[in-house]
């Protein structure tokens, strides 16, 4: 089986903090991580790996930093990886970037796509569906489980709000995951000893067929008109009160707002 | 002249940070409490290659750095000490002493088992007459044809009742001195070799350290480490080496109490603030975390000259000194600026500091250390 694992770098977000002052993010001296998805999506390429064999390309899309993550992908026990970086993809959005690696998975030999749900900074859990829309693949996205089935299908479970679906999915498809599901291994140290000693993969845009209009900014028809942190709430009270006393509280804090 | 991390070792550090704060500190307050050896993380660190990280591929290592070795001590016992010293002893005192004096039989028969963790190693120098002086060996090794005969007592020996492979000195010729003492490697389970008594000790609880009692111990000819006679030079090359390893735990066990001391003192108030905001505090943590980072340069200096075949054994024996002393100091002080809440169980410095004191003691005294330094200081 060979496995495709879309890897993204981000900020982490849970490291990122605010200004007190301006109320701005201070992305300054952020670290910069795999995509916590994205990692429980490798994780999960790497256990069908250990149950029924399996070849696990990596692949992403962005700058040379990113080539960090990839090294990381190595160490858990990914066998390619492929850095797709170009300045011709620069200012893509979501339909931009599915639209490249898609192109970059059209020139490899796969039997499943695995991308994360969503990623930290961006948010818009998109791309995994567009790329499969743009390839033709069957999709099961919020992905909590899959195994091999004997007859060569894929048997998932998909996490719904309040009940899971199994589903069991023929021939070539893509998934999107969730962290929580696939708590991801560790690197393993002699995986750490040869990360650096191994190839990264770099690919520009000639190394996929493209159509120019729908890569980078011209082929992002989505336009950011404004961004702003939003403002923080003040933070609330707790009041450990009997339940009349508590109505009372209510009642005279939105008269004194004015809101009744 | 480079100080920064390699990519390498930034891969690493980002690995055993998070196996250390997710598998080992939860596990910290409880393995000092009840006193328990914890086999379920060095099972853990096994498969991830933490137990053989030095040692070459070829002997199924992960042919990793000392610097490296050294970075997973300090992480590792910045959470649990006891958790710093296994992989310390098990790495420093065993299996390099196989791996720089073992015949290539040794090194492919013993090697590749303790480097997977599957087998724990152990050392035996110390004896209840012989400490600091530790040419004063009592155990005897006797030529009996095709197998050595042991009779002795080891005493303090770390691993020991989890051990599977220990190196043993022993004096194959009392006449020649410290020429006549012998490195022998010892099997758990080999006939006449028993495990005494364990210590009840003051810090590194979970740390399992007791007596080797060998009465007419059998082992086979071939366990001979190194050449006879040259027992007392491996034992002593053999701690050079593992003093960075204490001095790295050293260090680690500092480090963690900074950590905790920086969050305490700015979450807990006194007369109005934070007790950080009071200058005492912030002096004393500048010095404090000063000698922390000069440590640490000790320590990679001493790992980076071992790494590139350089003489080590003063900048090991710096290493240790100082950062021991400097782990004492600051867990320390770490409980003072806790206040009272420092003297109970419900914090970790407690813990951290009775855990330092034995980085003054073990593989060599920091009197020890300073004899070493002296040693070369004065040679002519
Ligand atoms: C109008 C617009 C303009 C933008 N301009 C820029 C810009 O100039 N520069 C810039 O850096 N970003 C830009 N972005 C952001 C960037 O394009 C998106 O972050 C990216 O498309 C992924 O979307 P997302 O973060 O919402 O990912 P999601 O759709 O939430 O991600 C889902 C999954 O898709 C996969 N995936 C997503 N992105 C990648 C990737 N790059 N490589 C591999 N796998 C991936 C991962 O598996 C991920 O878990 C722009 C976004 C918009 C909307
Ligand atoms: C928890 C623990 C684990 C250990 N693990 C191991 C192990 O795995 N393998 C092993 O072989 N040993 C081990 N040891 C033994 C340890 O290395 C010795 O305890 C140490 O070397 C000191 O020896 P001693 O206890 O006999 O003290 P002594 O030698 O009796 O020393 C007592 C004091 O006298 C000082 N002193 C002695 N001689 C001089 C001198 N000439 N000048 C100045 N001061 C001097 C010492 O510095 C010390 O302060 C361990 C000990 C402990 C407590």
């Known amino acids: 089986m060979n496995i495709i694992v879309c890897i993204k770098q981000v900020p982490d977000t849970t490291e990122i903090k605010i200004d007190p002052v301006k109320g701005t993010l201070i992305r300054e001296g952020v670290p910069s991580i795999m995509n916590p998805d994205d990692k429980g999506g490798l994780e999960l390429a790497l256990r069908l790996k250990d149950q029924f064999g399996a070849n696990v390309t990596v692949v992403s899309m962005g700058p040379p930093q990113a080539d960090v993550i990839m090294r990381e992908a190595f160490a858990m026990g990914a066998d390619r990886a492929i850095l797709l970086s170009d300045r011709k993809f620069a200012g893509s959005d979501t339909l931009a970037t599915s639209y490249a690696i898609a192109g970059l998975c059209r020139t490899l030999d796969y039997d499943l796509i695995i991308a994360g749900r969503q990623a930290i900074d961006g948010d818009t859990a998109q791309v995994g569906p567009e790329m499969a829309e743009h390839l033709g693949l069957p999709q099961v996205t919020y992905v909590c489980d899959a195994k091999l089935l004997p007859n060569g299908n894929l048997q998932v479970h998909k996490e719904n709000e309040d009940s899971v679906q199994v589903l069991e999915v023929e021939g070539k498809c893509l998934l999107t995951v969730l962290a929580s599901a696939f708590e991801p291994r560790y690197m393993t140290v002699s995986g750490i000893v040869e990360a650096y000693n191994r190839e990264v993969e770099v690919w520009g845009a000639d190394k996929i067929d493209y159509d120019e209009t729908k890569l980078g900014l011209s082929g992002s028809p989505t336009k950011v008109f404004q961004s702003f942190p939003k403002a923080m709430k003040a933070p609330g009270e707790v009041h450990e009160v009997s339940e009349e006393e508590a109505v009372e509280l209510i009642v005279n804090k939105l008269k004194e707002k004015h809101i009744i | ?380």
């Not at chain 2, 098990?90 to 390099?96: E, I, K, N, P, Q």
């Not at chain 2, 720089?100 to 039989?105: D, Q």
């Open chain 2, 1 to 380: 002249m480079d100080f920064s991390y390699s990519k390498t070792e930034q891969l690493f550090l980002q690995m055993i940070r998070s196996f250390a704060e997710n598998e080992v500190k939860p596990l910290a307050a409880e393995v000092d409490d009840q006193e328990r050896f914890p086999v379920e993380t060095v099972e853990k660190m096994g498969k991830l290659g933490i137990m053989g990280i030095p040692i070459p591929k070829q002997y199924g290592g992960q042919g990793g750095t000392v610097q490296m070795y050294i970075m997973a001590v300090e992480e590792l016992s910045r959470v649990c000490a006891t958790t710093g010293v296994i992989v310390s002893a098990h790495t420093s005192l065993c299996m390099a002493p196989i791996l720089e004096n073992g015949t290539e039989e040794q090194k492919m028969k013993y090697l590749p088992k303790l480097a997977s963790g599957e087998w724990i190693g152990a050392f035996g120098l110390t004896e209840p007459n012989a400490g600091t002086d530790a040419a004063m060996q009592q155990t005897t090794a006797v030529d009996a044809g095709d197998k050595w005969i042991l009779n002795g007592t080891k005493i303090f020996i770390t691993n020991a009742s989890y051990a599977n492979v220990f190196i043993v000195m022993a004096m194959t010729d009392k006449s020649k001195g410290t020429k006549g003492i012998s490195a022998f490697i010892v099997e758990k389970g080999m006939p006449g070799f028993s495990i005494g008594k364990k210590e009840l000790k003051m810090g590194i609880r979970g740390s399992a350290t007791c007596e080797l009692i060998f009465e007419n111990c059998e082992v086979p000819k071939e366990n001979l480490l190194g050449p006879l006679g040259k027992g007392f030079t491996i034992a002593m090359k053999t701690l050079d080496g593992g003093r960075i390893g204490i001095a790295s735990q050293a260090l680690g066990i500092a480090q963690g109490a900074m950590d905790e001391t920086v969050k305490y003192t700015k979450e807990r108030k006194q007369f109005g603030k934070a007790i950080a905001q009071f200058q005492n505090t912030q002096f004393q943590m500048a010095d404090l975390k000063t000698k922390v980072e000069a440590a640490r340069l000790l320590v990679r200096s001493a790992a980076w000259k071992k790494d590139m075949g350089l003489p080590y054994s003063a900048d090991a024996a710096m290493a240790k000194l100082f950062a021991a002393e400097t782990a004492m100091e600051v867990t320390t002080k770490a409980v003072q600026f806790h206040g009272g809440y420092g003297y109970t169980r419900e914090y970790p410095v407690e813990r951290m500091m009775r855990d330092a004191k034995i980085t003054e003691i073990y593989e060599g005294t920091s009197e020890v250390q300073r004899m070493v330094i002296a040693g070369q200081l004065f040679k002519k």
